[in-house]
């Protein structure tokens, strides 16, 4: 079974400061991560997958199979980067979820 | 590109009324689109894979005969409640998926519509 793992559901970090997003997951294939990122009243919007290695906004992704995580870092968060973010792992033609880490920023 | 539009945005309807929601791609032809469904503060909640010109694949728990789903062109999915009650009441957000093997498991993802049902 896929499973995707996400255990802060709220982060409140300080402007300029790091932020750091876990998320672990299950699957006994070839996994396919990403994240996605819900503004506020705005719709589900992908921020990063796994395949395309690249940095969208100042954040990264780097899978580890080895510890099945899919972490998300910013090294200076900033205050639009308050937001709702999913990590989900796409298998079996759909994707799984997490359950979402809120992110505060504040100035 | 990669739009994902629904409508209506909102709807308020009474107990035991059915209420349709349109799932379309504007830009791209979706032969596979998704259903979810999510509640307050909490995630999306896969209700239902909709494959065009075939029957839609429901996840375990979820009632097909009341949530009715129709994919009867490459662009435009549908998601009936029937007799809808107030537990129905919800966020629905549709998705879909570029065709083939193009993109992966990537979705886009509509803005979701917020069903009312008094």
Redesign the interface.
Known sequence: AQRVTQPEKLLSVFKGAPVELKCNYSYSGSP?L?W?VQYSR?????LL?H?SRESIKGFTADLNKGETSFHLKKPFAQEEDSAMY?CAL??W????????TQVVVTP | GAVVSQHPSRVICKSGTSVKIECRSLDFQATTMFWYRQFPKQSLMLMATSNEGSKATYEQGVEKDKFLINHASLTLSTLTVTSAHPEDSSFYICSAKLPGLAGGHEQFFGPGTRLTVL
């Open positions: 396919e990403f996605y705005q719709r589900l919007q992908l997958r395949i999913y796409g298998g033609g759909k994707l799984q979820f997490g359950a979402g």
